[in-house]
């Protein structure tokens, strides 16, 4: 059999993915995989169809008051916070990630993971401690008006918080390293020849960012952004509280006010809808076209080493969203935990919330980030068509508003811990009391669901780079499917998995309606006990817990940090 | 290796019974009150009866939580705030009648359900925060709509349950057309758009962006007695506070209050649980704690809130204003009121 022959039908073993030509003795394995996938399908779909049978079971009643009193407005503030945010996470993520890959300067490695540090930040605590600093009897404008002379707040009036605009920076001023992150990680895998080449033929910097980088990076910029948006879309905390009446808020107030889980329901459904066109849509935009790199061992770009003037530049513009998505915020924190501490102690129990929190977001990390890799290889895995539709749904969970997804989530597991009770009590004459959301597995499963998008999104970004002759290579030397997985892809796209179970892991952290409603008796989490004292307006209560949020998610930004010099070295060294 | 594998499994069930089993002396509280407020109740119950209280604070979605969990639900006591909330557990028919001397005694008529099924353990009141320089201090509540405040006026968002209680009442009390009447007013006084919380009215009032607003009277105790640090003391210390009236009735007070869940499995304890919070020891906490008014009478109020001049409760029954909560809701975004 000449080679050509057998590259064809290598070719055709990937593109279907069923037939395995190498080893009949592995025959067994795409089939396991293939059940795998569909199980996953259909724990990822369960809250979609839960909540589907909830809404209808509602008259639809809702929506002639929605069309006429609410939707005309809250979708135009919708699509303007929607907006705004997306502009500012694409601006500050693609040209932080840009500075920091392309240039060399003083303080560079540090502006590198401290952009990272704002997805440490909940929303919601970032809104209230800029409300309260910016307030007009808060230290800033009470400051300026010392300086400037003024008495009166009222004869100062500054631009609001409390608006529109203000939400948008300060979402955009805590989301953008969705984007930075994956593009950062792009920029790092990206073939730097391409990038000299051009440099070599003469174009300017700005060319060879618009032309190459930019469109090389674009599946990492989408990824990044689709994030920052539905979250975003989501949010209900700093929205609320900023007084931005969004359609997500709607959501809750047909539900909350009115008792209307159908009415709710039916609305997150059609934002679902909508959400889902909006990612196929951008999908559609780059269809056909390839991202793969070369089978060669990637090598980053050089540096252009800034020195003088422009070096102290391009650390001050780095450190702009450093400041204000964290340093600003994290000082308000420092400020009020020093505070309640030197007043009322350390908070008792505070420690074993730290514990919850890294167990549970911990356990629900593990499970995304394999989950997502496995989903993510699907494609080439399992079946190519199935494969896609798998990624494609894993972003469900991720599309609805948190307390939504929870509630579309109760009724399938607590279905679950019926089925297993049901089983016990056959067997033993006993039944556990509830198991699924009385011992937190329930907890680690809507992690699960939630953030699988997050960990699909960055492996598939990184599987994107990695060109197909290698997995063809990896067949022919008879590996099957899986071990040329984990042999050659895992390896070439570390850097991505990791820094998207790095987003997933400080997504557990943080995550609030899903950890409130679904974890067991006694069980606190940082995220819990924090918003208890938020919501009471105790802040200097809940600014320790807040804290110790920030340094929980510090740790994989730690880890991230011992990621990133490898990856540097080995380009440098060479094969 | 069958047997193997059975002995595993009832291993694992017999840990599990020994782990959820029902021991006598603990009771399952599911609550939407916040853990830093209702802990010291909690603990000073423990201290005393010896019976170890499990909660989780869940905020949104405790009725559907509760309803999934059906029939195997630990759940004996669901607690929640705001009136139309505790209804809807017993709607949705989450919970069960209880009756005790106790209880009975304890909570007049007219905050508790007559079957049983609900009762109110604490009030608040929503009550007018105003710049300390204004000396008209005879407000209503109709009042708000009134020109004179036009630019003037701060308040949270309608959507919230504190305003829609309100308007709720307004509803019951004038008819839904001049509520909405009244709301349009209130909406064409505001002088910043409605967010945040009730403190930062007394916040914002405190900065001259407004004059007068809306909040519950436990914040007033919160931020006065400096629970919640020195700036809010400063807020609460900075503006004057007024009980208003419906025109010639009473202030508009809301609840928080508890049910003993359908399938409690220790039923017996979540009534015992219920009484103590209705106790005078129970009630002298919740004022203590949270500054809230007690439902039982003679119970004792906190200084900062007898300071506040004596309270006259507006007669409307609460089961009628938690009827009219929907039809608030809708009036909220008929006038747009949150935009």
Not at chain 1, 31 to 50: E, G, H
Not at chain 1, 187 to 201: C, D, N
Not at chain 1, 299 to 328: C, D, K, N, Y
Not at chain 2, 81 to 107: F, S
Request: aromatic share 6%; proline share 6%; with cysteine.
């Amino acid at each position: 059999m000449s080679v050509t022959v057998e590259l064809a039908e290598t070719r055709a073993a990937i593109g279907s993915g069923a037939a395995d030509v190498t080893a009949p003795r592995l025959r067994a394995a795409p089939l396991a995989w293939a059940a795998a996938a569909v199980a996953l399908a259909a724990l990822i779909l369960s809250p979609v169809a839960s909540l589907t049978l909830t809404a209808m079971q509602g008259s639809g009643e809702v929506w002639p008051h929605l069309l006429a009193h609410v939707l005309p407005q809250a979708t135009m503030t919708t699509a303007l916070l929607l907006g705004g945010v997306g502009i500012v996470v694409v601006v500050l993520g693609v040209g932080a990630a840009w500075l920091v890959s392309a240039y060399e300067f003083r303080g560079r490695r540090l502006i590198e993971i401290g952009l990272l540090l704002p997805l440490a930040m909940p929303t919601y605590i970032v809104a209230f401690a800029y409300l309260d600093l910016l307030h007009p009897i808060g230290p800033a404008q009470s400051g300026l008006r010392d300086l400037l002379g003024v008495t009166r707040p009222k004869d100062l009036l500054l631009p609001e918080i409390r608006s529109l605009p203000g939400c948008v920076i300060l979402l955009g001023f805590v989301l953008y390293p969705y984007v930075y992150l994956p593009t950062r990680a792009l920029f790092l895998m990206q073939a730097g020849s391409l990038i000299e080449a051009a440099r070599i033929l003469g174009r300017s910097p700005s060319a060879v960012f618009l032309r190459i980088a930019l469109p090389l990076a674009r599946p990492a910029i989408a990824l990044g952004t689709s994030l920052a948006l539905m979250e975003t879309l989501n949010d209900i905390g700093a929205a609320e509280f900023l007084g931005v009446r969004t359609l997500t808020v709607q959501v809750y107030a047909t539900w909350i006010n009115r008792s209307d889980l159908p009415g709710a329901a039916q609305i997150a459904l059609v934002m679902l809808a909508m959400v889902l066109l909006l990612l196929a849509i951008e999908r559609w935009g780059r269809r056909g076209r390839g991202y793969a790199g070369s089978a060669q061992r990637q090598r980053s770009m050089a540096r252009h080493r800034l020195s003088g003037a422009l070096g102290l530049a391009a650390l001050g513009l780095g450190m702009v969203p450093i400041v204000i998505g964290f340093l600003v915020p994290a000082a308000y924190l420092v400020h009020s935990a020093i505070a309640r501490i030197s007043r009322l102690g350390f908070p008792h129990g505070v420690i074993a919330e730290a514990g919850n929190t890294l167990l549970y977001a911990g356990l629900g990390t593990m499970l995304a980030a394999a989950c997502g890799f496995f989903v993510a290889a699907a494609p080439s895995l399992v079946s190519r068509r199935f494969g896609q539709g798998l990624i494609r749904l894993a972003a469900l969970g991720y599309a609805l508003p948190g307390a939504i997804l929870a509630i579309g989530l109760l009724g399938p597991l607590t279905l679950a811990d019926g089925a297993v009770s049901g089983v016990t009590t056959t067997l033993f004459g006993t039944a556990p009391a509830i198991i699924g959301v009385g011992a937190g597995g329930a907890l680690v499963v809507a992690y699960l669901v939630r953030f699988l998008a997050v960990g699909v999104g960055a492996c598939e970004a990184g599987l994107s780079k990695v060109p197909g002759s290698l997995a063809e290579a990896g067949r022919m030397l008879g590996r099957t499917p899986i071990a040329t997985l984990l042999r050659v892809h895992l390896p070439m796209t570390w850097p991505a998995v990791l820094s998207g179970a790095l987003l997933v892991f400080v997504d557990c952290v943080k995550e609030l309606p899903a950890t409130l409603l679904l974890r067991p008796l006694n069980v606190e989490t940082l995220a819990t006990h924090l918003y208890g004292e938020a919501i009471r307006g105790t802040y200097e209560d809940g600014a320790v817990a807040a804290l110790l949020i920030v340094l929980v998610g510090l740790i994989p930004v730690a880890l991230l940090l011992r990621l990133g010099s490898p990856a540097d070295t080995r380009a440098q060294n060479g094969p | 290796m069958v047997g193997w594998v059975s002995q595993c499994l009832l291993g694992g069930a017999v840990a599990f019974a020994w782990i959820t089993g029902a021991s006598a002396a603990e009771v399952n509280l599911y609550t939407t009150r916040e853990p830093g407020l209702i802990k010291p109740l909690l603990d000073a119950y423990t201290a005393k009866s010896g019976v170890t209280v499990n909660t989780v604070f869940v905020e949104k979605g405790l009725a559907e939580r509760v309803a999934a969990e059906g029939e195997r639900s630990k759940a004996d006591v669901l607690m929640t705030v705001d009136i139309g909330n505790l209804i809807e557990l017993v709607d949705r028919g989450l919970a069960q009648p209880v009756r005790t001397e106790a209880l009975v005694a304890a909570v007049p008529a007219p905050l508790r359900d007559s079957g049983g099924l609900w009762y109110a353990l604490s009030m608040r009141a929503r009550v007018a925060y105003a710049d300390k320089d204004l000396t008209d201090t005879a407000l209503t509540y109709e009042d708000l709509a009134n020109p004179k405040w036009k630019g003037k006026l701060c308040l949270r968002a309608g959507q919230h349950p504190y305003n829609t209680a309100l308007i709720a009442h307004f509803i019951v009390k004038h008819g839904p057309e001049k509520a909405k009447d009244w709301l349009t007013g209130v909406k064409a006084n505001l002088a910043r758009k409605p967010a945040g919380g009730d403190r930062d009215v007394a916040r914002d009032i405190l900065a001259g962006t407004c004059t007068v607003g809306l909040g519950n009277s436990y914040y007033v105790g919160l931020m006065r007695s400096g629970k919640g640090g020195p700036d809010q003391q400063k807020w609460g210390d900075g503006i004057k506070v007024v009980l208003p009236t419906f025109a010639g009735g009473g202030t508009h007070v809301n609840v928080s209050g508890a049910v003993v869940a359908k399938s409690a499995p220790n039923r017996d304890e979540a009534v015992k649980l219920l009484e103590y919070l209705v106790s005078d020891e129970g009630q002298g906490l919740y004022a203590k704690g949270n500054f809230e008014y007690p439902v039982k009478p003679g119970a004792p109020v906190d200084p900062l809130l007898t300071a506040l001049g004596p309270l006259t409760i507006d007669t409307v029954p609460l089961a009628d204003i938690a009827r009219n909560r929907k039809a608030a809701s809708l009036l909220v975004d008929t006038v747009g009121f949150d935009n």
